[in-house]
T-cell receptor
Framework: RKEVEQDPGPFNVPEGATVAFNCTYS??????FFWYRQDCRKEPKLLMS???SGNEDGRFTAQLNRASQYISLLIRDSKLSDSATYLC??????????FGAGTRLAVHP | DTEVTQTPKHLVMGMTNKKSLKCEQH?????MYWYKQKAKKPPELMFV???????INESVPSRFSPECPNSSLLNLHLHALQPEDSALYLC?????????????FGSGTRLTVV
């Protein structure tokens, strides 16, 4: 079983739609959780950290459920510029960042 | 300065060549990382340096040799690579290996082995 699992997509949504991505992780000792965004042929960029209390940054909301070992990302009012691959990332008990395979999002006019 | 700078951006090398990838950051981060990313795959960890000492080696073949000359610099020396080593090599840094902050990535070196 992979340490971090995501639905690979692609998610094809119209502008203005709300889209949700899910992720599960296998190591209960995992310490920190993140969503990264990666554009084609570019480096991953930190989108937001994820906390048990849930956190919001503009149109983006992230949630963590430690009991279920489940992480989510909600994007409201999708923009064309949101098209990218969204990587669920977990810091393992060995202080290593482990990446999920990524979920591809394509927002169309 | 909130950047991780990698050079060169592109590299083509033959299987008998020796080359080096360079990474630099001036954010005062004390942990630095090398990741390898193949097309349509997530980044995979290769090496971790913490306070200039090698902390993690993910069983990487010896044809890849990391070096951390000081707290701002990280090199990856390449020798006798194979075509399957062609990939995007990403350097990253963080405040410390145990910090709960995410990593900052450089824009990568796109390596082609011919």
């Amino acid at each position: 079983r992979k340490e971090v699992e995501q639905d690979p997509g692609p998610f094809n949504v119209p502008e203005g739609a709300t889209v949700a991505f899910n992720c599960t992780y296998s190591n209960s000792a995992s310490q920190s959780f993140f969503w990264y965004r990666q554009d084609c042929r570019k480096e991953p960029k930190l989108l937001m950290s994820v906390y048990s209390s849930g956190n919001e940054d503009g149109r983006f909301t992230a949630q963590l459920n430690r009991a279920s070992q489940y992480i989510s990302l909600l994007i409201r009012d999708s923009k064309l510029s949101d098209s990218a691959t969204y990587l669920c990332v977990v810091k393992s008990g060995y202080n290593k960042l482990i990446f999920g395979a990524g979920t591809r999002l394509a927002v169309h006019p | 300065d909130t950047e991780v700078t990698q050079t060169p951006k592109h590299l083509v090398m033959g299987m008998t060549n020796k080359k080096s990838l360079k990474c630099e950051q001036h954010m005062g981060h004390r942990a630095m990382y090398w990741y390898k990313q193949k097309a349509k795959k997530p980044p995979e960890l290769m090496f971790v340096y913490s306070y200039e000492k090698l902390s993690i080696n993910e069983s990487v073949p010896s044809r890849f040799s990391p070096e951390c000359p000081n707290s701002s610099l990280l090199n990856l020396h390449l020798h006798a690579l194979q075509p399957e080593d062609s990939a995007l090599y990403l350097c990253a840094s963080s405040l410390g290996q145990t910090s709960n902050y995410g990593y900052t990535f450089g824009s990568g070196t796109r390596l082609t082995v011919v």
